[in-house]
């Protein structure tokens, strides 16, 4: 049997308990791992004056797969994030975002299956900022009012650039995604109605990649109008797939309507190198007190076990996370509702949960 090459990023606050409970999920199919374990975050600042050390980078880039727990930035690390500054340095431009819905899960909508797809380099989020009276704050502002524009001149600046390299290539992302895994429908989610020249030419590359895709259906909505329509009805949507901004957005909205962000997995992906981690923060309040959800980490190895052909495995974990959600006893505090928050098991136990389940499963 093969075996694969894994780094695994334990991460800090609940992230290591998170990274423990999944390790063992993902061992208990069967499937042979060499884990390369790798430590970033808070709890490395001493040894390495860096939440994110180069050696992580590089056994992320030798082994092109990782699976990393959440990760707390340090206040004055100078990172902005180190999640950001991973996808950066790996060149991770798009993040997969699947929200599905599970029997058991206290939502008030059924037969969700929503993919989003975000663009992870551009838009607002490319880091392009100017602060309130700096010097090119002010040159910035001086350049553009040669060019008409009026700016008061105590105002920060983000600037939104998006390329039609970048535009195209999560676009193509987008419809090679449904094409391969049988989805019907890929909407694009916009606000070119106002801003013209960058949603604008997102707009435009979305539809033009889609004449490639003629078995999939396309359309685009307007960001506000999106909102509203997948918390009228979210079932009349397939894959999204969004500039970075509405993509940050709309897959927490979307993490909500299944049930939070307990069970909603992630991946960052990039030409080669793909990362894995569930969505939510490192919660340190909650560290090693055995609370946290772990099953958006497990998730996001359900992912992992997709991309690197582990198909079966996948399934089976898939199956046995929803089956422990559907029975309703093994799971924590957020699957609960409130007034049962007292008969909550921990993080611990629903690993073991749902690796007894997959024992009784064929």
Known sequence: ???HNITL?????????LTDATRRVLEATGVKFNWDVVHAGTDVMAEYGTPLPQHVLESIRK????????ITTPVGSGFRSVNVALRKELELYCCLRPCKSYVGTPTLYNNV?????????????????????????????????????KIRPDSGISIKPLSEFGC??????????????????VTAV???NIMKYSDGLFLAVARDVALSYPEIEFEDRIVDNMTM??????????VLICPNLYGDIISDLCAGLVGGLGIAPGANLGDGIALFEPTHGSAPKYKGMNKANPMAMMLSGVLMLRHINEISAADKVEKAIAAVIADGKNVT???????????????SQVADAIIDMMAKMP
Not at 11 to 17: L, N, Q, Y
Not at 63 to 70: E, S, T
Not at 173 to 185: G, S
Not at 338 to 347: I, L, P, R
């Open 63 to 70: 082994n092109k797969v990782a699976l990393k727990g959440p």
């Open 333 to 347: 505090y957020d699957l609960k509702p409130e007034s049962t928050h007292g008969n909550a098991v921990g993080t």
């Open 229 to 238: 329509q997948l918390v009228k009805k979210p079932q009349q949507f397939d």
């Open 1 to 3: 049997m093969e075996s």
């Open 190 to 192: 916009h606000k070119a």
């Open 113 to 149: 299956d929503l993919i989003v797809v975000r663009e992870n380099m551009e838009d607002l989020y490319a880091g392009i900022e100017f602060e309130k009276d700096s010097a090119s704050a002010s040159k910035l502002i001086s350049f553009l009012e040669g060019l008409g524009a």
């Open 9 to 17: 990023i334990p991460g800090d606050g609940i992230g290591p308990e």
């Open 168 to 185: 195209h290539r999560i676009v193509r992302f987008a419809f090679e995604y449904a094409r391969t895994n049988k989805r019907r429908k």
